[in-house]
């Protein structure tokens, strides 16, 4: 427990983090509330984040919710086809509008005093106030809004560098897949009672990969040294363009995060990496759905990309995989997976869920137990950050440097 805290407290710790480069975060950076404002202030409400799949809003009316901290975004299908991301706090004193997860609703009636709002979010009925009163100066608050590949993204910044430099990029790796034409095959949320900071380290290095992860190191190369896997991602390569018939374009590396990002929240990265003999991120190695987009075989590869600050996905030829990152809470955050398959597989025949989910499903429980177990051992009295493995841990040491900094602007 943090008993004094403050601004200058914050400015104090990050000069001595500083001195100590390519060493872990001080647990203050993971317990302090002030921290916490200033992560959700600086980095969590600036960034473009994933929303839903176009495919989950398809009929007029249709909305979901997603959740940052206290604060609810509910993403609209309005009467015109357009997609909206609403703020869900009411104009009138502040209540939420919806109360709904997901569903399909005319318009949202507020369930205090019962203001009414469009699906656009246009203030259209507030009953019984004065004559006078101007509905058009008090519509639901908007986010800002961008469709990539069929994703709807979302920045809670007003003046939020724009996402398209991150889209082109990152859409001649994306295309192939088909993904405005995907569905959502299945969604889980893991939730953990730890600071947001902690679950994204996790995801950042495979260093953890060979002792925690048996299932998933027995078909992914990513455990490995880098000169280790040199020969197997080269080949891999080879296959995937006189094969499958890709773009040399298409098996390229691209990294643009963090001091690189091409804005605030919009980082961006692409590898393609290669599998032992596994032709898709199955148990058995074998095919898990029908072949998305493009795709015209298997090569044993799989596309690892970052879609802004918080969100990764981990692409095979017949299923795609997104990882989103949110804090609900001062110590309490959400990774959220999404699979993607092809738009016209039909499940129990085409896939069957359970096998589809199951390497990821399985890896982030494991994730779960170790990040817990991180989290009681950095909150011990006796912790003190301890050196990044340079070869493992790069993009932990480049988060690091590049969170201080942010937290210091
Ligand atoms: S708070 Fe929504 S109508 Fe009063
Ligand atoms: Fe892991």
Known sequence: MIVRDDGQMMLDKIEEAKQKPGFSLPAYFFNSAVVYQSDLDKIIYKSWLYACHVSEIPEKGDFVTVKIDNSSVIITRDKEGGINALMNSCRHRGSVVCTEEKGNAKSFICPYHAWVYNTQGKLVGAREMPKDFDKSKYDLKKAKLHIIEGMVYINCDPDAADFTECEEIIKPFLKPYDLPNAKVAKQISYVMDTDWKLVMENYFECYHCAPSHQVFSKSH????????????????????????????????SVYKYHDDSPAKGCDVYHCRYSLYDYKTGSEDGEPLA???????????????????????????????????????????????????????AVEGKDYDVDRLIYIWDHTTKEDKEIIMKNSNGVNSKFYEPGPYNPDFEDLNISFVNWYLKTLEE
């Not at 280790?228 to 390229?252: H, Y």
């Open 221 to 252: 190369s990513l455990q490995e040294r880098d000169d280790k896997t040199t020969p197997l991602n080269d080949e891999m390569r080879k296959r995937t363009v006189e094969e499958l018939g890709m773009t040399k374009e298409f098996v390229q």
């Open 290 to 344: 029908p072949l998305m987009g493009d795709f015209k075989g298997y090569d044993c590869g799989a596309g690892d990309m970052q879609l802004g600050t918080l969100t990764y996905m981990l692409n095979y030829p017949d299923h795609c995989i997104l990882f989103r990152f949110l804090p609900l809470a001062h110590g309490k955050s959400e990774c959220k997976l999404v699979w993607f398959v092809k738009g016209d």
